[in-house]
């Protein structure tokens, strides 16, 4: 048992650290394909592109084309197609869950406090809720409600509080709080997996037998990387929760927790703006002055 407990450790500390590393590199990719897409210059008048700009990066300048056409074929068998960020850091975080949490859900999912639950019964519920939620997101996004951008983001905070508020009553405040991310970031690989790469390849298949591509499947997958790029601040603020307890073992932990996650997605959306060159600074202050108001009355308000 020695040996197998020390094995644990060492794959909890690899998991660990690939997760990290991977979610970087996906996030990465994420913040400068959207920061690109708003910047390049869309006054182009061109039968073939529509958007150019310029990068530089160590010394050198780089110039970037949007094609509105598939390149030559020759380049087809080349493209660098950015998928497998996102595949790992989904993998080597959910063998992190069972290594971790799963492995010990008797103690670290369960707290007999909030409800009495076997180890078998908690997993279940951890697994049927990412399930489920990635369904109805899903659903909604092949809706009408997607061509509402207030009904959707209204519902998605909607079922945001929902979602956070039930899993304060199932599991232990630690991993009910860590569930909410575990949800987010299954959607966004989801995202990935099921109509980013497969609309991609769908292009790309479509190119290669000299067929015209279906532009929705581009809007669809841009769409996706949209909603996958607003999530990120708030996943990665859940991912570090464990280094303040004070709003993870608070009262209304599931609360702040959506606030936050409005928090966020206005710095996000600040910074999306600014890419377009549309620089509203409000925005910005007024996520800041809304997170110094919000931890103002989180001191004020101890559980």
Known sequence: MEALAYALKWSEAILRWGHVLFAILWVGNSFLFNYLDNKL???????????????????????????????????????????????????TGMLLLAVLYYYNSGILMVDKRVLVLSPILAVSYSILSLVFSWIIY???????????????????????GLISFGLTKIFGAKFAFLSVGLIIGTNMFANVFTVIIPNQMNIINSSKKNQKFDMSLSLAAKQRSIHNNYSTFLVLFIMLSGHYSFIVYHKYNWLILCLIGVISALGRHYFNLRGRNINKPSILFTSIFALIILASVIFLFKS
């Open 138 to 160: 899903d659903s909604i996004c092949k809706s009408n409600l997607i061509n509402n951008n207030f009904l959707f983001l209204t519902l998605m905070l909607i079922l945001l």
């Open 41 to 91: 210059n869309k006054n182009i008048s061109s039968k073939d592109i529509d958007g150019e700009g310029y990068l530089m990066h160590s010394g050198f300048f780089y110039k970037l084309s949007r094609l509105k056409i598939s390149p030559d074929k020759s380049y087809l068998n080349q493209l660098v197609i950015f998928k497998w960020q996102s595949y790992l850091t989904f993998i």
